[in-house]
C-alpha cells in the first residue's frame, strides 16, 4: 500500500500563495490533488502523471492561478497556488493511481492522502 503524505497547507489572505507538496511511499504513475469544502462534493483540481502530461478539471480561473509540477525522482507532487480566493478554501487531498488511467473519469485514484486545509481568509 501506498503512502501518501501532504504538506504546506495553512491560511493565508485573499492574493496570498501556497505551495502544497505530497509525497508517495511507492510506484505510482501519476498523482494530484482534489479538494472538497463541508457539504460538497469532492472535485479534481490537477493530476498528472510520471510521463509529463498534466490534467486540470478546475474551472478556467482555477487553472490560471494553480500549477501542478511532479518530481520524478522524489515522487512528490506540488501544487502551486497563487492569488487565492476564499472560494479556495477547502480540505486540499493528495491522490495517486496505479495504473495508467491518469485523467480518467472513470476510474478514482488508488491513493488518497489524509488532506490538508487551506483557508483563505479576505
Known amino acids: 500500500q501506498v503512502q501518501l503524505v501532504e504538506s504546506g497547507g495553512g491560511s493565508v489572505q485573499v492574493g496570498g500563495s501556497l505551495r502544497l507538496s505530497c509525497t508517495a511511499s511507492g510506484y505510482v504513475t501519476c498523482m494530484g490533488w482534489f479538494r472538497q469544502t463541508p457539504g460538497e462534493e469532492r472535485e479534481g483540481v490537477a493530476e498528472?502523471?510520471?510521463?509529463?502530461?498534466?490534467?486540470?478539471y478546475a474551472s478556467a480561473d482555477v487553472r490560471g492561478r494553480f500549477t501542478i509540477s511532479l518530481d520524478n525522482a522524489e515522487r512528490t507532487v506540488y501544487l502551486q497556488m497563487n492569488n487565492l480566493k476564499p472560494e479556495d478554501t477547502a480540505i486540499y487531498y493528495c491522490?495517486?493511481?496505479?495504473?495508467?488511467?491518469?485523467?480518467?473519469?472513470?476510474?478514482?485514484?488508488?491513493?488518497w492522502g489524509r488532506g490538508t486545509q487551506v483557508t483563505v481568509s479576505s
Open positions: 498528472i502523471s510520471t510521463r509529463g502530461s498534466s490534467y486540470y
Open positions: 491522490a495517486a493511481r496505479s495504473r495508467w488511467n491518469c485523467g480518467s473519469s472513470s476510474y478514482e485514484p488508488n491513493y
